[in-house]
């Protein structure tokens, strides 16, 4: 059984750092296409980054770029993604997706082309 778990939100201050995690069970996270969405109150899922499958290459959403990096870790069957300088925008709830594909597309933004989704993990950046 295909399962994603985030882990590593929480309450930061502008300006402050998080790291989330996405482990995955029952499927080998390096052999897929990994990605972040986001979701803040009454706003719609929001596309974050995607990792290629086995070290593949990634991709940011224009505000997300210089601030957050993703990565795998294969070890823990997990991808990260390192969050920096926040800001208070960057409440909502992260989660992490898997779609079946290798690689990350033109189609990577669109929630609709992932099948498996975690729970979320939530994020608020307050002073």
């Known amino acids: ?9 929480g309450l930061v201050q502008p300006g402050g750092s998080l790291i989330l995690s996405c482990t995955g069970s029952g499927f080998i996270l390096a ?19 995607c990792v290629g499958g086995s070290g593949g ?9 210089g601030r957050f990096t993703i990565s ?3 070890q823990k069957n997990a991808v990260l993604l390192q969050m920096s300088s926040l800001k208070p925008e960057d409440t909502a709830v992260y989660y992490c997706a898997v779609g079946g594909h290798l690689m990350c597309s033109i189609d990577s ?3 609709g082309a992932y099948n498996s989704w975690g729970q979320g993990t939530q994020v608020t950046v307050s002073p």
């Open 1 to 9: 059984q295909v399962q994603l778990v985030e882990s590593g939100g």
């Open 31 to 49: 052999h897929y296409s990994i990605a972040w969405f986001r979701q803040a109150p009454g706003k719609e899922r929001e596309w974050v980054s």
């Open 57 to 65: 290459p990634t991709y940011y959403a224009d505000s997300m770029k």
């Open 72 to 74: 795998g870790d294969g």
């Open 109 to 111: 933004a669109n929630p």
